[in-house]
Each structure stands twice: as structure tokens, then as C-alpha cells.
């Protein structure tokens, strides 16, 4: 079998799984191997992503590990023989990894939840804001390379998912580029807003209890909670965080962010105050 080079995000989540309930049932890889008639090579891979898994393989090696969670296997021999070649492949070569990654994660996710601190969060942005926000990167990038990851980022709201946002009034206020640019990225989330699939929350500088001012993130929900994920930015990229108990702790950051911002109607009218300031 080829090996593949450069495994996506889902494909490492899948091995990274099946590693997590081989351990869970205090198995080796090499006790593991046996189990499949195969040898300790072949499971590595397999665990590291390198290496496609077929269903009949899955579901005997869950059955070893004496998994009895029916829909979890049944998410995992859906990640191992999903196919789907979307539409972020166009951008395999153009883009980082961590690019095509995210838009896999978002395309298969079941809702999105995002705190945003500094700037407003991608699928939310114009592509003047997008534009600025890639400009100001460094090192510095390209024409070309700002254009692409502009259409990129435009591309990723064509897809609507349900998709709730806490926005910080320091992304709404900060001026990543002149003042049009900022006035028309405060329409666009009003129009957003309206959206069926988003609610949008604000946390102003006034409000109290509110401490979660370095929690940023993007919160993707799996098939199951188990299989949820986390991004967070990260100087180089971004970071993809899935073990279980960072899951539950920025499940409750997120629920304390949200508890602790204005509601639908309130937030819509402070954006609407900022619009009239510009």
C-alpha cells in the first residue's frame, strides 16, 4: 500500500483515535498487529495516518479494544472510508496544510462556535478585512499569496453550518485597515446576523464578568462530542486540540463567554451604534 505523505487533519484524528483505544484496552501495537494478522509496522502507520484503514479493519480492531460504543465506531469507519474530495482540494499547493485542514474540519462538522477577541472570525470576514488582516502578516506575503488566501476564506462561507459567534468589542473596534473597511465589515456581520444558521453574541469593554479575554478559538462539533475539536491560532498556523479534557475545559470557556455577553437583539443594536460612529 502507498504510504501517503502528508496525512490531512481527519486522517491523523481517525489514527489518533484508534491509538487512544488500543492503549485504553492496555494492548501494544505489536499485540494489536497480531490481532489483524499484520505486523507492528502496519499498525504504526495506521495510528500515525500514513495509512488508509478499511472498515472490516476498524470494527475488528474495535471489537479487540472491546469498544461497545456503537455510533462512535460507526463515526470512526466513516472517517476511514469517506472519500470526499471537497472543495478546498483546488488549494492543495497554493495554501498550508493548515488552510485545507480547517475547511475539512468545518465541511464535516455538525456546528461551529467561535470567540473572537481581536478580529472578527474568518467566515465572517469581507475580503477588504481578509485583505488587511493577511497583508499585515509576517513574513510578508504576496500579492498572489493574499489573493488566494482571500478567495479561500470567502470560499469557506459558501458552506452554512449552524454557527455560534462571541465577539469581543476590540475586534469590533480594531482597525485592521481604514475606516470604510471597517464600516462596511460591521454591515457585513449585521447581514450576517440575519443569517438563520448564525448567532451573534458581543461582550463590550463594559460589561462585567467577563475574564475570558485571551480565549479565542474556534470550537468545531464532531458526529459525537468525543470527536469535537478546537482550534486555536498559533504564530505558525494553527493548532488542532482534541483530547477529551481540554475538550470539556473550552466547553465550559465557551459557555461562560456566552453567558456573559449581550444577547442576540442587544448585540445586533451595538453593532449598529459602532456603524453610526464611522
Not at 472510508?81 to 480547517?102: I, K, V
Request: proline content about 3%.
Amino acid at each position: 500500500m502507498v504510504l501517503r505523505r502528508e496525512p490531512t487533519a481527519r486522517q491523523l484524528r481517525l489514527g489518533a483515535e484508534l491509538r487512544r483505544l488500543r492503549e485504553a484496552a492496555g494492548l501494544t501495537a505489536i499485540e494489536a498487529a497480531a490481532l489483524l494478522g499484520a505486523n507492528r509496522v502496519q499498525i504504526t502507520q495506521i495510528e500515525s495516518g500514513l495509512s488508509g484503514v478499511s472498515e472490516q479493519r476498524v470494527r475488528r480492531l474495535a471489537s479487540h479494544y472491546a469498544c461497545t460504543d456503537d455510533q462512535f465506531i460507526d463515526a470512526l469507519v466513516a472517517m476511514a472510508t469517506d472519500r470526499t474530495r471537497g472543495w478546498w482540494e483546488e488549494y492543495r499547493g497554493l495554501l498550508p496544510t493548515s488552510f485545507l485542514d480547517l475547511s475539512e474540519l468545518e465541511h464535516h462538522a455538525a456546528f461551529l462556535r467561535d470567540v473572537a477577541i481581536l478580529f472578527v472570525p474568518g467566515r465572517l470576514q469581507t475580503a477588504d478585512y481578509a485583505r488587511a488582516v493577511f497583508s499585515s502578516r509576517l513574513p510578508e506575503l504576496t500579492g498572489d499569496e493574499i489573493e488566494v488566501r482571500v478567495r479561500h476564506r470567502l470560499a469557506r462561507q459558501e458552506h452554512a453550518i449552524p454557527h455560534e459567534v462571541v465577539i469581543h468589542e476590540a475586534a469590533l473596534r480594531m482597525r485592521v485597515s481604514d475606516r470604510a473597511t471597517s464600516k462596511a465589515q460591521l454591515s457585513r456581520l449585521l447581514q450576517f446576523s440575519e443569517a438563520d444558521h448564525i448567532t451573534l453574541r458581543v461582550v463590550p469593554f463594559d460589561l462585567d464578568y467577563f475574564a475570558g479575554a485571551s480565549g479565542a478559538m474556534t470550537y468545531a462539533g464532531g458526529p459525537l462530542a468525543k470527536l469535537d475539536t478546537v482550534v486555536r491560532d498559533a504564530p505558525y498556523g494553527s493548532v488542532l486540540i482534541d483530547s477529551e479534557a481540554q475538550l470539556n475545559t473550552y466547553r465550559t470557556s465557551f459557555r461562560r463567554v456566552e453567558t456573559a455577553s449581550l444577547d442576540v437583539d442587544r448585540s445586533r443594536d451595538f453593532i449598529c451604534k459602532l456603524v453610526e460612529e464611522l
